[in-house]
């Protein structure tokens, strides 16, 4: 059983700063953090959860089965992530691309000690309470001093795994088989890494989270393996009986003038091309959110909207759905997977196609990170603006993707991963 203790706080910022400099002592660390960003649908400003006292681990093979009997066994909290990959084990679909990393197809964990934070109050909850342990890690977290930051590395050569010209004939490629009928649209990524690369990764993910202040932000740190995350997007969350997914397709760069970042803004807005590619996704996620929908309560709550970021405007809906107490969580994660965003349509021609024109198995990347609560509630992000790191094999890698359509222009979508990957390549190369 969980004991809860409720700590008010001075400066709840300045407390979740040293909480997360203090979690770095332990192998399991899962941080998630919403940096304040005004949205609907939130539940807490940030968690923390640290020190696995259960986990899973496995391959795609029945990974949704086990995660399911995991889920049900064990009726607490749990923090992991879910890779792309995962799509084998719904569809007959292969991941035989090159992949540099060598993350598990899945990871989830149940921590001893988690931080819920809301505002100035931190809410406190450990297994196996020891009341003394409780007291000493508090005096430890407002001790954390973090040592002065400098350079995240040292002569990092970014790589990439697709040049420009091949990735032109691949944007070609995609568009055969959109001419031909074969889909409406797909989503191609294209990797850039860093071998025989030595990174602070938890240095990193704070430049870039300074960089981004993204409303779906995560550190991920478990034993070797590392993921920095900087998503602006959720994938699905449930709260009692509502499911929402928020679906983000359609970008476009910021500017430091005011008014030429209202302009860039409003041309978005109006952009036929980036409205069709949101819109044949919002279409695909109503279909996903139908199958585990009591009827009639897929609706649209927001169609094309506009939102702000530090780094880019993003053209975002969001899609709802009511769904019956008795629907276990991991199937609804399950009939959805993996989200219409990163993939295409249809679903699964999308992916075919995406995995023969793409250089690298995708792994954590157009994932997703979240958690599952004892209620059978959960949270998830997708996978995307986020620097992933194998210390091990000192491996470093980001990818960026776009979605190709009937009126895909292959430099525009090239120019368009160049201003996605903006933010990665800044902290690590500088």
């Known amino acids: 059983m969980r004991k809860t203790h409720i700590h008010k706080l001075k400066d709840g910022q300045a407390f979740k700063k040293k909480a997360l400099i203090w979690s770095q002592q332990f192998e399991d660390v899962v941080w998630l953090d919403s940096n304040n960003y005004h949205q609907n649908h939130s539940t807490y400003d940030a968690i923390l959860a640290v020190d696995a006292f259960t986990s899973i681990q496995t391959d795609f093979h029945n990974a949704f089965a086990k995660l399911k009997e995991y889920q049900t066994y064990i009726n ?3 923090f992991g992530y879910l890779t792309y990959d995962l799509k084998n084990d719904i569809e007959a679909l292969e991941s035989k691309n090159f992949d540099g990393l060598g993350f598990p197809d899945l990871f989830f964990f149940q921590p001893k000690k988690l931080f819920l934070f809301k505002g100035n109050e931190v809410e406190i909850q450990y297994l196996n309470f020891v009341a003394n342990e409780l007291n000493d890690d508090l005096l430890a977290i407002n001790q954390s001093v973090q040592l ?21 004939d691949k944007v070609n490629a995609i568009l055969g088989h959109i001419r031909r009928g074969d889909i409406y649209e797909t989503n191609f990524c294209q990797e850039f890494y860093a071998e025989n690369t030595v990174i602070n990764a938890f240095e990193t993910y704070q430049k870039l989270n300074d960089i981004s ?30 499911v929402i997914s ?5 970008t476009a760069k910021r500017s430091d003038n005011p008014d030429e970042d209202n302009r860039l803004k409003l041309n978005l807005s109006k952009d036929k091309k980036e409205r069709s590619e949101n819109v044949m996704i919002v279409d695909l996620v109503r279909n996903d959110l139908s199958k585990t929908a009591l009827k009639g309560s897929v609706k649209v709550e927001e169609l094309c909207k506009i ?22 969580p991991v199937d609804i994660i399950k009939s959805t997977f993996p989200m219409g965003s990163m993939t295409g349509a249809p ?28 209620e059978g509630n959960f949270d998830f992000n997708v996978v995307i603006r986020s ?13 960026v993707g776009g979605a190709i359509t009937v ?24």
């Open 148 to 168: 002065q930051r400098g350079k995240v590395a040292s002569d990092i050569k970014i790589k990439l795994r697709i040049h420009k010209d091949e990735y032109f």
């Open 407 to 430: 009126k895909s222009d292959p430099l525009r979508e090239y120019e368009e991963c160049l201003v996605k990957a903006k933010a990665m390549r800044t902290v690590l190369e500088n």
């Open 246 to 250: 928020q679906p983000i397709k359609g």
């Open 347 to 374: 679903k699964i021609s999308a992916m075919n196609i995406a995995e023969e024109q793409e250089e690298t198995k995708r792994g954590v990347y157009s994932g997703a990170i979240g958690y599952f609560t004892p």
């Open 76 to 78: 607490d909290w749990i």
């Open 307 to 328: 939102y702000t970021f530090d780094q880019v405007h993003q053209m975002i809906s969001t899609v709802s759905s009511e769904v019956d107490s008795t629907t276990h």
């Open 387 to 399: 620097i992933l790191y194998n210390q091990t094999k000192k491996y470093v890698s980001y990818s």
């Open 213 to 242: 202040k993204p409303p779906f932000a995560a550190f991920i740190k478990t034993k070797d393996k590392y993921i920095l995350c900087s998503s602006p997007e959720r994938y699905l969350k449930k709260e009692g009986n509502t």
